[in-house]
Nanobody
Framework: QVQLVESGGGLVQAGGSLRLSCAASGRTSSTYTMGWFRQAPGKERDFILS????????YYADSVKGRFTISRDNAKNTVYLQMNSLKPEDTAVYYC?????????????????WGQGTQVTVSS
């Protein structure tokens, strides 16, 4: 089992920045993937980006390329989502997720472990 705890959400004006954190505990592994998803009201949960824990390889959805960055701190078992140039359409609950094994995984069903989510609201 892997436990994930997100933090760092909040209210920000358009054009601003936020950094979300996701701390992993439990049966973490050097060969697993952590991803970030978001879900706006009335919409499906969408993939944003992911990182392969051992190689550092990253994958980004087109909607956030150039604005969002994912990084990790191996010592802290924590992954970060740096969000810049935020737009009102970025408003959503943001979730981190984890799965064993490396690779590109963009489906929610590919991730068995989820955090509780953190609200990000971008005002215009």
């Amino acid at each position: 089992q892997v436990q994930l705890v997100e933090s760092g959400g909040g209210l920000v004006q358009a054009g601003g920045s936020l950094r979300l954190s996701c701390a992993a505990s439990g049966r973490t592994s050097s060969t697993y993937t952590m991803g970030w998803f978001r879900q706006a009201p009335g919409k499906e949960r969408d993939f944003i980006l992911s990182i392969n824990w051992s190689t550092g390889s990253t994958y980004y959805a087109d909607s956030v390329k150039g604005r969002f960055t994912i990084s990790r701190d191996n010592a802290k078992n924590t992954v970060y989502l740096q969000m810049n140039s935020l737009k009102p359409e970025d408003t959503a609950v943001y979730y981190c997720a984890a799965r064993y094994g490396g690779g590109y995984f963009s489906r929610t069903t590919s991730y068995p472990y989820w955090g509780q989510g953190t609200q990000v609201t971008v005002s215009s």
